[in-house]
């Protein structure tokens, strides 16, 4: 199904942005071709997010994630919280969409990365037919619940990762609460400014 096909390709906007900026950039330009399922850019798009996600497992040297840090769990400790908080009525993709939108405006405001990319970021995703929104979020608390919960499926402390820039993350041990729930303010406008 489509709405199958779309929520897939935020795994691939998840991994361009941890490892690959000329594969953001890729997506980013053939986000409308990849909603309508063009087949050459769809194919391109799925076989290197395939591949980078296939490299980071075995040549990362950490292929059972031993190591606190899971850089490609990127956006997800928001998503696994509003999966269930939507009775998963949120696909996980759609729900990893929301959780990378989230984490890369966090890391526009306190990491530097580049502000203007970070609204990239979230027009790729809306265009390519994912949501930014899911209405859970009206509660943060809850869904800042899903951090201890994160901490408790690594096991260990806190490990989060974000980003400088495309290609470029990094791993941080806490998270500003405050700064984070205005980001989920951001999010908001940002999601309203999308034609329905
Ligand atoms: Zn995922």
Not at 10 to 24: H, M, N
Not at 106 to 113: I, L, T, V
Not at 114 to 135: K, M, N, S
Request: charged letters at 25%.
């Amino acid at each position: 199904p489509d709405r199958d096909f779309r929520s897939g390709l935020t795994e691939a906007v998840k991994v361009a942005l941890l490892k690959d900026a000329a594969f953001f950039d890729y997506l980013r330009k053939s986000a409308s071709k990849l909603r309508r399922r063009v087949a050459n850019v769809s194919k391109e798009a799925i076989a290197r997010s395939c591949q980078l996600h296939l490299e980071h497992i075995t040549a990362g040297g950490d292929p059972f994630e031993a190591l606190e840090a899971r850089p490609l769990d990127f956006g997800h400790w928001s998503a696994h919280r509003m999966e269930p908080m939507t009775n998963y009525a949120l696909r996980h993709g759609e729900a990893v969409g929301i959780g990378v939108a989230l984490d890369t405006l966090y890391s526009a405001r306190k990491f530097g990365f580049p502000t203007p990319l970070a609204h990239a970021v979230c027009q790729t995703l809306a265009d390519l037919g994912t949501p930014l929104w899911c209405d859970e979020l009206d509660t943060p608390d809850e869904v800042l619940r899903g951090l201890e919960e994160f901490r408790q499926h690594l096991g260990g402390r806190l490990t989060v990762t974000m980003l400088k820039n495309p290609g470029e993350a990094i791993n941080v041990h806490e998270i500003d609460l405050p700064v984070m729930k205005s980001c989920i303010d951001e999010l908001r406008e940002i999601a309203e400014q999308q034609p329905v």
